[in-house]
């Protein structure tokens, strides 16, 4: 697959029939870009995941709406305002951003996504979101990614893109997204936002089906900090451009898409984790030997979650006995004598014990920015990888100063 420099920047306009924009609306204090919009004039089919928590935000009711039709033509996402915990107000606003859009672009209000991010409890000013979107949507292109890319991040280092291409029946597919996330990582879902693009020809149904199933395995298999945010969602919009013979069946064509928006999302899901708040550690968690994926998962997030595990790496301290800790309180069964935890490649713990290792080499494995912990439970044939970060002061920083 191709995941060149220049496409990634096309990001959301890679795919044919794409258009998008970022603006500067005057929402984020900062007074950098803040309301994106991204549109296809040809209908497309649409699929999305949300997080899962009770309390969510405006924006995550009206796009499920959206989802539920099977259809869209936009997305309109804005950063510096979460619209969450904003009552019926909130709900109000979330509309009024479907009709503003739906009203600049000449399609109907349940053609548009709507996506906000940002700080929880605030009501929208909707005065600076209408002339936003109005903005945005003059400003539409297909060279707009960059900008809907960087509209939509809030405490970011950068804005994560990537785009591809792919055969599909004879026919050339592109894909094209971006994301954002940083903070509040915690699946299942996390405060990210992710919208891809293609001009794939898909069934709804199917192109929900398989953005469910792909989501379990990239963008739920992320925590920074164990927190799960009000606001966050993956939306796909694919437009049929290409020209494929439209995918209705579970068939070649059908695997080879899932396989490609697998990639994707797992490529933004690391990049995501990498990213976060105040990160100098890139963690991946690998976890072997279980019974079951779910024991996999369970004991991966309980090593990738522990604040003790990750400022010892952020420390570059190769205590272990903070991983194996927190994978005996996973809640999964377990044998210590059976258990092997490998840092680097390096075993550190074996046979219930503490293992013998060449220091400096740990201490090296310690200090690189990408460190492998990998837990053998012995138990059974099943696995499972999360990937996560490490603690640090900026972290604790970063929090503490967000709402001011």
């Not at 019926?88 to 996506?115: F, H, N, R, S, Y």
């Not at 990537?162 to 997204?177: D, N, S």
């Amino acid at each position: 697959m191709l995941f060149s420099e220049a496409s990634a920047k096309a990001g959301v306009t890679f795919p044919q029939g794409f258009q998008a924009a970022g603006v500067k609306a005057g929402i984020k204090k900062s007074g950098n870009l803040d309301v994106a919009v991204i549109y296809t004039e040809k209908e497309a089919a649409v699929a999305g995941t949300f997080t899962q928590n009770a309390v969510a935000a405006a924006p995550v009711f009206a796009s499920k709406k959206v989802v539920a039709t099977g259809t869209a033509h936009a997305i309109t996402a804005n950063a510096g305002c979460a619209n969450a915990c904003t009552g019926e107000q909130g709900e109000k606003d979330a509309a009024a951003m479907q009709k503003i859009t739906a009203k600049a672009l000449g399609c109907q209000p349940l053609d548009v996504i709507v996506a906000s991010t940002g700080v929880i409890g605030v009501n929208l000013p909707m005065d600076k979101m209408e002339k936003g979107i109005e903005q945005a949507v003059k400003e539409l292109s297909a060279d707009g990614s960059v900008n809907a890319g960087n509209a939509i991040i809030t405490t970011d280092t950068y804005s994560k893109s990537c785009a591809t291409e792919i055969e599909l029946g004879g026919k050339k597919v592109r894909f094209g997204a971006i994301a954002k996330g940083s903070g509040m990582i915690q699946p299942n879902m996390a405060t990210m936002l992710c919208f891809i693009t293609t001009d794939a020809a898909i069934d709804s149904k199917l192109l929900q089906k398989a953005l469910s199933e792909v989501v379990e395995v990239s963008f739920n298999m992320i925590s920074i900090d164990g927190d799960m945010s009000t606001n966050d969602m993956a939306i796909v919009m694919a437009n049929g451009a290409a020209g494929n013979a439209m995918i209705t069946a579970e068939n070649e064509d059908y695997e080879t898409f899932k396989a490609t928006l697998k990639a994707i999302c797992q490529g933004l899901a690391k990049r995501i984790a990498s990213d976060g708040e105040g990160a100098t550690k890139f963690l991946t968690v690998h976890v072997t030997g279980t019974k079951s994926f779910a024991d996999a998962k369970t004991i991966g997030m309980s090593v990738a979650k522990s604040p003790l595990v990750k400022t010892a790496f952020f420390g570059e301290d190769p205590n272990w006995g903070r991983v194996i800790c927190a994978v005996g309180y996973a809640g999964v069964p377990m044998d210590p004598e059976k258990t092997v935890v490998k840092f680097g490649g390096i075993p550190v713990y074996a046979g219930g014990v503490g293992a013998e290792y060449d220091e400096e080499e740990l201490r090296k494995v310690m200090a690189e920015h990408d460190i492998v912990i990998d837990i053998d439970m012995g138990e059974g044939t099943e696995e499972a990888t999360i990937w996560t970060c490490d603690f640090s002061y900026e972290y604790v920083k970063i929090n503490g100063e967000y709402h001011t």
